[in-house]
Nanobody, 115 residues
């Protein structure tokens, strides 16, 4: 079955960087638009960035210029390089299809940006 596993989160100081990974299995990864989402405490889950099967990307205005989404279709993996992190980036980050499939949310990976 479809499985999405996020990793790479952690505690980082403001201005720091992290690289998140999403390992996909159970479907033909290269055929789908995928996205990174995040949910901050007390807020709704939101789309951060998405990437088409051919590599076309879109970003939320809040992360544009700081985050880079990419994918390795041969490795069934998607990435999110996050630079110049801000405290407001603190959230649990998830990967999913774009638009998301309700039954495929993973556990996510926690990113905490704090001094």
């Amino acid at each position: 079955q479809v499985q999405l596993v996020e990793s790479g989160g952690g505690l980082v100081q403001p201005g720091g960087s992290l690289r998140l990974s999403c390992a996909a299995s159970g479907f033909i990864f290269s055929g789908y638009v995928m996205g990174w989402y995040r949910q901050a405490p007390g807020k709704q889950r939101e789309l951060v960035a998405d990437i088409s099967s051919s590599g076309t990307t879109n970003y939320d205005a809040s992360v544009k210029g700081r985050f880079t989404i990419s994918r390795g279709n041969a490795k069934n993996t998607m990435y999110l390089q996050m630079n110049n992190l801000k405290p407001e980036d603190t959230a649990v980050y998830y990967c999913n299809f774009r638009p998301p499939w309700a039954g495929t949310w993973g556990k996510g990976t926690l990113v905490t940006v704090s001094a």
